[in-house]
């Protein structure tokens, strides 16, 4: 296959889309980091989503929050630390499924990477629930004047299962019950595949879907090809992330979800010496299953950029120029969609592309 038979003109629109807010502005998974992330030009925030004792969707990227609250400042939870087996690997902490909504909201959110980003805002925010976050979302889209999407990530969704506090149909009814998100944009996403099925399935499938285009359906990769999605490891199977990125695997993905989200380094790898080397054939082989491509995750700072792009030796260095140049290159590949720490930069480079 020559190279101009793989290209594909850039997308006529490619979304920005919030990575847990613009979580290298302000503590993720905070109202004040979805505010700040709609300010600087997102068309999607995104919200993982995890469970209270109580049945209650809240925002975190993990269940266990002792890396983003202050809960082991709390004496009152002392008690509540544990160590558990979470998609098989041992975890020790707080977890947010042994605690009611209540007493989270007593708690405050913390940078996750303090030592990069800082410690100016914590103690500032709660930790939001789904509702909050959806209400909050359409006030300021009221306010910028545009649509806003919300792109919700069921984290575990087989351990919580198993807990028996089910995310997906809470999810679709938490969905239908705000006149919003009935209209405004809204992607499910997931490293999982069962529970994407079941959603594929309770949304009428793909034509019901092309008919009410605002509920769409992501399918999340792994960065390691030979690591399985969690339900796939429960069930016995043999599927891994690797297979799900062949033509075939893609083919499979495309009769459930609409779009597919790797990691960028799966577009794009790093040469041994950290930059940016040759593109893979993923973006043409994902287009051509009919799925669109939303990679994970650019971030602002060097640590997290193609060393091409770097200025100066300190990981630490915020780089603005940097990271757009370096969303171009991926733009460059065709891409529909993209995760990014920090919006703005995000919608300045495609502002110049």
Same mark, same amino acid.
């Given at each position: 296959?020559?190279?101009?038979?793989?290209?594909?003109?850039?997308?006529?629109?490619? &979304?920005?889309?919030?990575?847990?807010?613009?979580?290298?502005?302000?503590?993720?998974?905070? &109202?004040?980091?979805?505010?700040?992330?709609?300010?600087?030009?997102?068309?999607?925030?995104?919200?993982?989503?995890?469970?209270?004792?109580?049945?209650?969707?809240?925002?975190?990227?993990?269940?266990?929050?002792?890396?983003?609250?202050?809960?082991?400042?709390?004496?009152?939870?002392?008690?509540? =630390?544990?160590? =558990?087996?979470?998609?098989?690997?041992?975890?020790?902490?707080?977890?947010?499924?042994?605690?009611?909504?209540?007493?989270?909201?007593?708690?405050?959110?913390?940078?996750?990477?303090?030592?990069?980003?800082?410690?100016?805002?914590?103690?500032?925010?709660?930790?939001?629930?789904?509702?909050?976050?959806?209400?909050?979302?359409?006030?300021?889209?009221?306010?910028?004047?545009?649509?806003?999407?919300?792109?919700?990530?069921?984290?575990?969704?087989?351990?919580?299962?198993?807990?028996?506090?089910?995310?997906?149909?809470?999810?679709?009814?938490?969905?239908?019950?705000?006149?919003?998100?009935?209209?405004?944009?809204?992607?499910?996403?997931?490293?999982?595949?069962? !529970?994407?099925?079941?959603?594929?399935?309770?949304?009428?499938?793909?034509?019901?879907?092309?008919?009410?285009? !605002?509920?769409?359906?992501?399918?999340?990769?792994?960065?390691?090809?030979?690591?399985?999605?969690?339900?796939?490891?429960?069930?016995?199977?043999?599927?891994?992330?690797?297979?799900?990125?062949?033509?075939?695997?893609?083919?499979?993905? #495309? /009769?459930?979800?609409?779009?597919?989200?790797?990691?960028?380094?799966?577009?794009?790898?790093?040469?041994?010496?950290?930059?940016?080397?040759?593109?893979?054939?993923?973006?043409?082989?994902?287009?051509?299953?009919?799925?669109?491509?939303?990679?994970?995750?650019?971030?602002?700072? !060097?640590?997290?950029?193609?060393? /091409?792009?770097?200025?100066?030796?300190?990981?630490?260095?915020? /780089?603005?120029?940097?990271?757009? #140049?370096?969303?171009?290159?991926?733009? /460059?590949?065709?891409?529909?969609?993209?995760?990014?720490?920090?919006?703005?930069?995000?919608?300045?480079?495609?502002?110049?592309?």
């Amino acid at each position: 296959m020559t190279t101009q038979a793989m290209e594909k003109p850039l997308a006529s629109k490619v &979304l920005v889309i919030g990575h847990r807010g613009a979580s290298a502005m302000r503590p993720e998974h905070t &109202l004040a980091s979805y505010g700040k992330a709609i300010a600087d030009g997102a068309d999607y925030i995104e919200p993982d989503l995890v469970m209270t004792k109580d049945g209650v969707m809240v925002a975190r990227h993990e269940n266990e929050i002792s890396g983003t609250t202050d809960v082991a400042d709390h004496p009152e939870f002392a008690a509540r =630390k544990i160590t =558990k087996t979470i998609d098989g690997k041992t975890v020790t902490g707080w977890f947010t499924e042994d605690f009611t909504l209540a007493e989270l909201k007593t708690l405050r959110a913390r940078e996750r990477l303090p030592q990069l980003r800082g410690t100016r805002y914590d103690g500032e925010f709660q930790i939001p629930t789904l509702d909050e976050i959806i209400d909050f979302v359409a006030a300021e889209s009221a306010v910028v004047g545009r649509p806003v999407g919300i792109i919700p990530e069921i984290k575990h969704g087989t351990y919580f299962q198993k807990l028996g506090l089910p995310m997906e149909d809470k999810l679709l009814a938490t969905v239908a019950a705000h006149s919003y998100t009935r209209s405004a944009p809204v992607e499910i996403q997931s490293f999982e595949i069962a !529970n994407l099925k079941y959603l594929h399935a309770k949304l009428g499938g793909v034509q019901a879907r092309r008919e009410h285009p !605002n509920m769409r359906l992501l399918q999340l990769i792994e960065d390691e090809a030979k690591a399985q999605p969690y339900d796939v490891v429960v069930s016995g199977g043999m599927l891994t992330y690797g297979d799900m990125m062949t033509p075939a695997g893609l083919r499979e993905i #495309a /009769n459930y979800a609409d779009a597919v989200g790797p990691s960028t380094r799966s577009i794009i790898p790093l040469r041994a010496n950290g930059t940016l080397g040759k593109p893979t054939t993923l973006v043409h082989d994902a287009h051509a299953a009919g799925l669109e491509l939303h990679p994970y995750t650019f971030r602002p700072e !060097n640590k997290f950029i193609a060393k /091409n792009f770097w200025h100066g030796s300190d990981p630490k260095t915020f /780089n603005e120029s940097g990271s757009i #140049a370096e969303i171009r290159a991926y733009l /460059n590949t065709g891409i529909d969609a993209f995760f990014t720490d920090d919006p703005a930069v995000g919608r300045e480079a495609l502002d110049k592309r």
